[in-house]
């Protein structure tokens, strides 16, 4: 089989450095990709640096190989096309089909998806003309990455870095492998929970789980390759943060309860997907419990956390809101799915099966997703990836 053909399209900003390394796993992972820098790109990184990584040709004009016609050949034979990092000037350029180099008349000839990563000072990504030109581009059906928040080229700090490339290469892998160029999330917001709460006994210790965030993470990197504007509530995780997405780290399932209650005022789905702690200790210890010698332990009293889940069911913040739970469960599996879904009052649930090998940290998943309608959908074994497309699928059709 043919490699996919990517066409990595950089602008002319000090982020094109990392766009070498986006190229890199691009390639290394089996990728055939052309490099279409700018000219500005060039004074960043150089020809010779793309085109030995890539093992192709570089060039920044529609003049070179005029007898190749490159100004419409490399477009219309992408798989997928994505710019990192894409400058305002470049987001401006092909929000208006402005077609002067290679890559704005690439940018016009491709009929496969396009992603867009943008990278550049905040007051130019807050422009409105920005914003304007974003929303443009997304109303089209291209996948704009909202850019990561953090130290910038000089010495300021904002909303405009690049994501990690690793990230950005996760969302070009997704969206290759959906295929589609439509996004069928665009416009939507969603909020996704992750991760496992602590309940603090003292300022040492906790009542915790073993919940990784993997399924939570992948289930946020798979809805913003989707197009969707993703708030990800993160309890506890050692994850990086998926491109584009909106992180908000908590760590108690009462600093989870108000943070996703928050994002979810304005949220077209929640999907609860965080390991949330059903009790907590009565009481925290300011110092740290010390034993006693020849003293039994004083037994530990709890009290009931919040059903996040079950709330956000009873009480919807939006009419037409699509709420999925998560369940694992050790046995009978299906008739207690059932049941929890009932008792939460969500849309779906995706029931797993849990045990001492399965799930917790691993990469793999396998799940029945539970419908309030009666629906039952399995999900085989596989990458969390994939039952996480599958929930957004059914999330999707659930949308009004
Ligand atoms: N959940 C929640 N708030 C809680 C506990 C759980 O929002 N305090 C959510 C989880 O995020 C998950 C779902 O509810 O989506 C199922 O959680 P689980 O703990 O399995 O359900 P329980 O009702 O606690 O049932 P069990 O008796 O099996 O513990």
Not at 149 to 169: M, S, Y
Not at 292 to 300: F, S, T, V, W
């Amino acid at each position: 089989m043919d490699k996919p053909k990517v066409v990595l399209g950089v602008s002319g900003g000090i982020a094109a450095y990392k766009a070498c390394e986006l190229l890199r796993r691009l390639t290394e992972s089996g990728h055939d990709v052309r490099v279409v820098p700018t000219a500005s790109a060039l004074h960043f990184v150089g020809a010779a640096t793309w085109s030995a990584l890539s093992g192709n040709p570089v060039s920044t004009e529609v003049w070179d190989a005029v007898h190749e016609v490159p100004h419409v050949r490399i477009g219309q034979h992408a798989d997928l096309v994505v710019v990192a990092p894409a400058t305002a000037d470049m987001l401006a350029k092909a929000a208006h089909g402005l077609a002067d180099d290679l890559l704005t008349n690439t940018l016009l000839t491709a009929r496969c998806p396009v992603v867009f990563a943008p990278a550049m000072h905040t007051e130019m990504w807050e422009h409105p003309a920005t914003q304007e030109n974003v929303a443009t581009l997304r109303r089209r059906g291209a996948v704009v990455i909202e850019p990561a928040v953090g130290r910038l080229t000089g010495v300021d700090t904002g909303k405009g870095r690049l994501p990690d490339p690793a990230e950005i290469f996760e969302i070009c892998r997704r969206v290759l492998a959906r295929g589609v160029r439509e996004p069928d999330l665009a416009g939507r917001h969603v909020v996704v929970s992750a991760g496992g709460t602590r309940e603090p006994l003292d300022p040492v210790r906790f009542l915790g789980n073993r919940s990784s965030g993997k399924q939570g993470y992948a289930l946020a990197r798979t809805a913003a390759a989707r197009g969707a504007r993703v708030t990800l509530v993160a309890a506890n995780t050692h994850l990086p943060d998926p491109a584009g997405v909106d992180v908000v780290p908590v760590g108690t399932a009462v600093q989870m309860r108000e943070a996703v209650l928050k994002a979810a005022a304005d949220a077209d789905a929640v999907v609860m997907a965080a390991a949330v702690a059903d009790f907590r200790p009565s009481e925290y210890a300011a110092g740290k419990i010390k034993k006693k010698d020849g003293q039994e332990p004083e037994p530990l009293v709890l009290v009931r956390n919040p059903d996040i889940l079950a709330e956000i069911s009873a009480d919807r913040a939006r009419a037409g809101q699509v709420i999925v739970g998560f369940a694992a469960e050790t046995d009978d599996v299906l008739a207690n799915g059932r049941a929890k879904l009932a008792r939460k009052g969500c849309d779906l649930l995706v029931v797993n099966e849990v045990g001492e090998r399965k799930t917790f940290g691993s990469e793999e998943n396998e799940a029945v997703v539970l419908g309030a309608d009666g629906s039952e959908t399995p999900v085989p074994y596989g990458p969390k990836e994939a039952l996480a497309e599958t929930v957004w699928d059914l999330v999707a059709d659930r949308m009004s």
